[in-house]
């Protein structure tokens, strides 16, 4: 690869308060293929790694405001944040996938109509939605058009759809709003330009619409006969013990010899034409190189993933990972590119775990850049996240919007935050993080001169921070309290 490991692509071990070294890699993700495996069996096993990465990190971009200012160091992330097509940065010698976020606002409009169409929306209904998309329509072609009445008629227009849909299927929907959400959290250009067209987020249409009485059947119309279809070929079993034992091998913290019979795996799956295996093998070869900080070579190998890749899964697992890589070098460009991309791929698969945490994950690129873009990524991610029962989900999501609501001096909002953190992380039998967030919770109340309250906080949060292993964390909050006291 030409690229060594001490350069800016290895995140830098830190030191912590003065205490031993730490490395965040291992420190958060030591126990990620675990839970990966215990989730083996899962319908839908979303992203096997959701905590936040540690923040004592200085990123570039906060030394440039503490040495030149803010508006400098701004417009260097902007510029940075923008590149598109352009050369990866120098620091990346494996070759990048040029996506990008940016979005023309014709491609938006024609996108909804379209989909409204596909779904078979009835003639009256769909005159309805044409009115808004009037109103849209005449916004658009203007010099300066008003951004705010654009996305609330397409708000208006998409729970029309909605409805359609929740009384259609006779189950609640929120796929068009949902959608388009998601779309305006990326860079719209609202300047109207058909021809500017970006083909990571067209929208892929069934072939079949919703109800189309004349030309269709029925929701309710008895189902013809299935068409016998040829069995599937069966993955070489050969094949398959070699993949389930250099997993065993990487599991067993053997990585030598797990990617040595990775490599053999992956010699057979090319013999079979078995891409789709191939692209598991370098899934799991990423993650063996990306648990050890061989970093450069996890991204060869997620990129190789992609290419033969066929199951969305594995893609969203891929760009999920890369992106967290790239968050973690503060490469922001390609960290939002590969975060986008996971939403892109999780909601074809309707997976909302991935979705609200990859969106999270963007808010807190931009809670780090003091941009208050960022709580509007967290509010979506809350509304994603709601729809699931995953507790540890919904405690990250209130944490990261809390401390970004700290940072941004709205100590009430942020306390009540925490307090949603704490709730869902005991509901998720996470003791550790209910007391970190006791703990973020009392720092803030200490800055805002609330002594009492901040006491009470750390008291409670103490007990959990006992039912852990996590002395540092003990002897810092029994350190606050003894002061306090």
Known sequence: MGLNLSSVNQRPYIVKDGKRPVNPKEEQEKSARQAQD?????????????????????????????????????????AQSRYNGAPAP??????????????????????????????????????????????????????NPNTKLIKSNFKNASSLLDAYI???????????????????????????????????????FPEKTLNKPAQEETLTAAP???????????????????????????????????????????????????????????????DIYNDYNYLPQALTSYHKSLENA???????????????????????????????????YAGEEDNLVAQSVSLAKMGNIYSDMYEQESLDYYSTAKDLAAQTDNSKVKG????????????FGEPQEALKEYSQAVQHYAQADSPLKVAQNYNSAADLMIEYHNLNKAKSLLSK????????NDLDLIAEMSGKLEILS
């Open 38 to 78: 215990e989730q083996q069996n899962a319908p839908s096993k979303g992203l096997s790694l959701v905590e936040d990465k540690p923040k004592p990190f200085v990123p570039n971009y906060t030394a440039q405001v503490q040495q030149g200012g803010w508006q400098a160091a701004k417009s260097q992330i902007q």
């Open 90 to 143: 120098a620091t990346d010698t494996f070759e990048h996938q040029n996506t990008s976020a940016n979005i023309n606002i014709a491609q938006i409009f024609k996108d909804f109509r379209n989909t409204a169409l596909a779904i078979g929306t009835p003639e009256d209904l769909m005159n309805e939605v044409d009115g808004y998309l009037s109103l849209i329509q005449s916004q658009v072609t203007k010099e």
């Open 166 to 204: 929740s009384e259609t299927l006779n189950k609640e929907s929120k796929v068009v709003e949902n959608w388009v959400d998601a779309i305006f959290l990326q860079q719209i250009d609202f300047k109207y330009n058909e021809n500017d067209i970006n083909p990571q987020f067209l929208v892929k």
């Open 224 to 286: 013809a006969e299935p068409t016998p279809q040829p069995s599937a070929p069966k993955v070489d079993d050969d094949l398959k013990s070699m993949f389930k034992y250099s997993k065993q091998l990487a599991r067993e913290n053997n990585p030598k010899a797990a990617l040595l019979n990775f490599q053999k795996a992956l010699a057979r799956a090319d013999e079979l034409g078995e891409n789709s295996v191939k692209s598991k093998i370098y899934l799991e070869v990423g």
């Open 310 to 344: 066929t199951d969305n899964k594995v893609k969203i697992k891929a760009h999920y990972s890369m992106a967290q890589i790239y968050d973690n070098v503060n490469q922001i460009s390609p960290a939002l590119d590969h975060y986008y991309t996971t939403v892109a």
């Open 396 to 407: 990250f999501i209130a944490s990261s919007t809390a401390d970004s609501l700290s940072k």
């Open 461 to 468: 949060g103490l007990n959990f921070a006992q039912q852990t």
